[in-house]
C-alpha cells in the first residue's frame, strides 16, 4: 500500500465465526462514490493512506500487514522503478521515506476503538463440530476510506453499519453523503494496467498483468485473473484486498456491459432524460421491470439470474420427473489432511494443530473452495451417476455464515419406482380409508368436522362405492409398501448401535481427518461409521441461536392473555428434532389445501437425534450430509422446492 500507485477503497472484515475475509460494498466506493487517484510520488505518507482500522475497545492491536521497514521500502522502490514501467517516471520521495519507521509500526495509521456489537456465544449444535471458537482469530474491521473524510465521520459511517437504525418510511427520499474529492478518479476503462499499479509487489517484473491489452498473447480478464488466483505459491488469492478488488472489477464490468447491450436494444432509451425515465417508470412499471429483469438474468448471483435458475430446474422436473432423493454435503475444511498438504507452505511430515489449519483455510480460501468442488462433483459422479445410475442430477453451492462452502442438490435415479404415481395411489388409499371409516363410524384420523369438510374437496372418494373405495385401499397400501422399501434402501435413520450414551466423550481424532478403513475388517469398519455418526450426523443441542424457532399460536388470544404468556414462548427446532422413534418406515399424509396433499416417506430410526443418512456417502466423503427420499411433490408444491434449492 505504501508503494502502490493506485489505492482501491474498500471496507473488508473478518466474519465472526471463524475469521475469514469478507467485504461489504463496492470496491473504490464509499456510498457508491468512486475515490481512486494515481500517485505523483513514492512512497505515500502513512498519514495520507485512506486506511481506517477499527479494533475493539481496550485490546492492543499491532498487525503484521502494518508493520514497516523503512530500508526495505527504499530498496522495493528501487526494484519496482527499474523492472516495472509504469514506475520509472515516479520520483521518490525522501522526506515521506524517512517518516517511515526504521523497523515497526508507525503511531500515524488510523486506529479508533470502536464498541464492536456483542457476539453471542456460539453454541455448539453438533459433537465434534466447529472447533474453531478458541483459536484467538483476529475479527477486527480494515475499512479503507478517503482521507479527506474526517475521523468522526468515518467512525459514525461504519457505527451505522454495525448498528443499523430503523428505515425510513418507503419512498423517502434520503440525503446524499457529503463528498470532498482527493483527486481525479481513475478511468479503469482508459487506464492499462491497473492490476500492476494495486498490487506492484505481486507482479515484480510488470508482466502477467491481465487488464494490459500489450500483452504478447490476448486474454480475457476473467480467465487472466481466474489463473492469477491459482497461482502455485497463493501470492494473489491470500492477498487481503487483491481479490475482494478482482471480483467486484469483474462483476461491475459484466453489470455494465449488459447495461450497455440493453441498450444497443432499446437507442430510444439512451437519449432520453432523466425525468422522462422515471415517468416511463411510473407509467408501466410491469413493462420495465420485465425488460430489465430478462436483461438481468445474465449476472451471476442477481435475483433475476436466480429465477431464471429455478425455472430452469422446474422445466428439468417437469421433463424429465421428480427427483429421487435430495442431498446436503457440509465441507470438513478444517479436517481434511488432504486439503492440508495442498496448501502453501503446509509441512506434510509432520501434524499440524487446529489453529494452523484455519489459518491456511482463512488465508486460502480458493483452494478449499477448490478441493470440496472437486470431492463433491467427484462424488456426484461416481456415487450418484456411476453407482445409484443418477438419470439427472441438480445442485448449487453455498456459502455459510463463516465462510465454508457447502452443497445442496437433487437427483432422479433411473431403477426408483414412479413416486409421483405411487404417492397418487397412496394418497388415494389414505383418503378411501378415512372416508370408510367415516362411513361405518370407526376411528381415523381427523375430527368429524373437518373431514366434513375435506371430503366435499376430494371428489376422488366422494362419490365412490364402498367396494372402489376398498380397492382404493389395497392399491394404496401396495403403493406405500413400494415407496418405504426403495427408501430403506438408499437412505437410513439407523444407529448401528443405537444412541450413544449421554456425555460421551470426543474421539480422540476427529473422524473427518482418518481414511476409510479399506482393508479393515468388518467390526473395524462399523466402528468407523458409528464414529461418524456420533460426531457428524447426530443433532446433540437445540439452542435459540441455531434452530430454535417461536411456535404461533393458531388460536387468536387478547392482549391480556398475550401479555401473560410473553414469558412463556414456545419454541420448536427447525429441523423437528427430537423426532419419534419408529421400528418401521412409514408414509405419513399431509394435507396442504383443497385437493392438495404431500405424502411424506419416514424411514425407521432407533434415534431421535440422528440425521438421515447412506452409509456408502458418509464413509467416502467423511463429512456431514444429509440425505432423504423427497417423496412426492404436487404440482403447488414444485415452487417451493426449487426455491428452497
Not at 456460539?122 to 459433537?127: G, N
Request: charged share 25%; hydrophobic share 35%.
Amino acid at each position: 500500500m505504501l508503494c502502490a500507485l493506485i489505492i482501491p477503497v474498500m471496507t473488508t472484515h473478518r466474519l465472526k465465526r471463524g475469521g475469514q475475509r469478507a467485504m461489504s460494498g463496492h470496491v473504490t466506493s464509499v456510498h457508491n462514490q468512486e475515490v481512486r487517484r494515481i500517485a505523483e510520488y513514492l512512497p505515500h505518507y502513512i498519514k495520507d493512506i485512506p486506511l481506517l482500522v477499527l479494533k475493539k475497545a481496550n485490546t492492543e492491536y499491532k498487525p503484521a500487514d502494518f508493520k514497516v521497514n523503512r530500508q526495505r521500502v527504499f530498496k522495493l522502490l528501487l526494484w519496482y522503478k527499474a523492472n516495472i514501467k509504469q514506475y520509472r517516471n515516479i520520483p521518490i520521495n525522501e522526506h515521506a521515506l524517512q517518516s517511515l519507521p526504521e523497523d515497526g509500526w508507525s503511531n500515524d495509521i488510523n486506529v479508533q476503538e470502536i464498541p464492536m456489537p456483542g457476539a453471542e456465544e456460539e453454541t455448539p449444535t453438533e459433537a465434534c463440530a466447529d472447533e474453531m471458537s478458541h483459536t484467538g482469530l483476529d475479527r477486527t474491521l480494515h475499512s479503507y476510506l478517503a482521507s479527506a473524510f474526517s475521523a468522526g465521520l468515518a467512525h459514525d459511517d461504519i457505527l451505522s453499519k454495525l448498528q443499523p437504525p430503523p428505515p425510513p418510511p418507503r419512498g423517502t427520499p434520503s440525503d446524499p453523503l457529503p463528498w470532498n474529492p482527493i483527486g481525479e478518479a481513475v478511468n479503469e476503462f482508459s487506464t492499462p494496467g491497473m492490476a500492476v499499479m494495486i498490487a506492484p509487489h505481486h507482479f515484480p517484473f510488470g508482466v502477467g498483468d491481465p487488464t494490459d491489452p500489450a500483452r504478447d498473447v490476448s486474454i480475457k480478464e476473467s480467465k487472466g485473473f481466474k489463473h492469477l488466483l491459482r497461482y502455485k505459491d497463493g501470492r494473489f488469492a491470500s492477498d487481503p484486498t487483491f481479490m475482494f478488488w478482482v471480483y467486484n472489477r469483474l462483476l461491475r464490468h459484466r453489470a455494465l456491459k449488459t447495461a450497455r447491450y440493453w441498450l444497443k436494444q432499446h437507442p430510444e432509451l439512451g437519449e432520453m432524460s432523466m425525468e422522462r425515465l422515471q415517468q416511463i417508470v411510473n407509467d408501466n412499471p410491469d413493462d420495465v421491470t420485465h425488460h430489465v429483469s430478462r436483461i438481468l438474468a445474465s449476472i451471476r448471483g442477481s435475483g433475476p439470474y436466480w429465477k431464471q435458475q429455478c425455472e430452469k430446474l422446474m422445466a428439468l422436473m417437469i421433463d424429465k420427473g421428480m427427483p429421487t432423493i435430495f442431498f446436503t454435503i457440509s465441507a470438513a475444511d478444517y479436517q481434511w489432511p488432504d486439503l492440508y498438504r495442498m496448501m502453501p507452505g503446509a509441512n506434510s511430515s509432520s501434524e499440524s494443530t487446529l489453529a494452523q489449519r484455519v489459518q491456511a483455510v482463512n488465508d486460502n480460501p480458493n483452494i478449499a473452495d477448490e478441493f470440496f468442488v472437486q470431492r463433491a462433483e467427484s462424488f456426484v459422479k461416481v456415487f450418484l451417476e456411476d453407482c445409484l445410475n443418477a438419470a439427472w442430477t441438480w445442485w448449487r453451492y453455498e456459502w455459510q455464515s463463516r465462510g465454508s462452502i457447502h452443497l445442496h442438490g437433487a437427483a432422479r435415479l433411473r431403477d426408483a419406482p414412479d413416486f409421483q404415481q405411487k404417492a397418487r395411489e397412496a394418497t388415494w388409499g389414505h383418503l378411501a380409508a378415512t372416508e370408510l371409516a367415516f362411513r361405518y363410524e370407526m376411528p381415523f384420523h381427523y375430527p368429524k368436522a373437518k373431514w366434513l369438510k375435506y371430503r366435499d374437496e376430494e371428489p376422488c372418494v366422494a362419490d365412490k362405492t364402498d367396494d372402489e373405495l376398498r380397492a382404493m385401499v389395497a392399491a394404496g397400501q401396495a403403493a406405500e409398501l413400494v415407496m418405504t422399501t426403495y427408501a430403506d434402501k438408499i437412505v437410513s435413520s439407523m444407529h448401528p448401535r443405537g444412541p450413544p450414551p449421554e456425555g460421551q466423550g470426543r474421539p480422540s481424532k476427529h473422524p473427518s481427518s482418518v481414511h476409510y478403513p479399506h482393508a479393515g475388517t468388518a467390526a473395524e469398519q462399523q466402528d468407523d461409521l458409528c464414529t461418524l455418526l456420533d460426531c457428524l450426523q447426530r443433532h446433540t443441542v437445540c439452542s435459540e441461536q441455531y434452530c430454535l424457532r417461536p411456535v404461533r399460536s393458531k388460536n387468536p388470544k387478547t392482549p391480556s392473555e398475550s401479555a401473560d404468556k410473553a414469558e412463556q414462548v414456545q419454541y420448536e427446532c427447525r429441523f423437528g428434532f427430537t423426532k419419534p422413534v419408529i421400528d418401521s418406515t412409514t408414509v405419513r399424509f399431509r394435507r396442504l389445501g383443497a385437493g392438495v396433499w404431500r405424502t411424506i416417506v419416514e424411514t425407521r430410526r432407533n434415534d431421535g437425534r440422528l440425521n438421515n443418512y447412506n452409509p456408502l456417502e458418509i464413509q467416502a466423503l467423511r463429512v456431514r450430509i444429509r440425505c432423504a427420499s423427497s417423496g412426492y411433490l404436487t404440482s403447488a408444491e414444485q415452487h417451493r422446492y426449487t426455491d428452497s434449492l
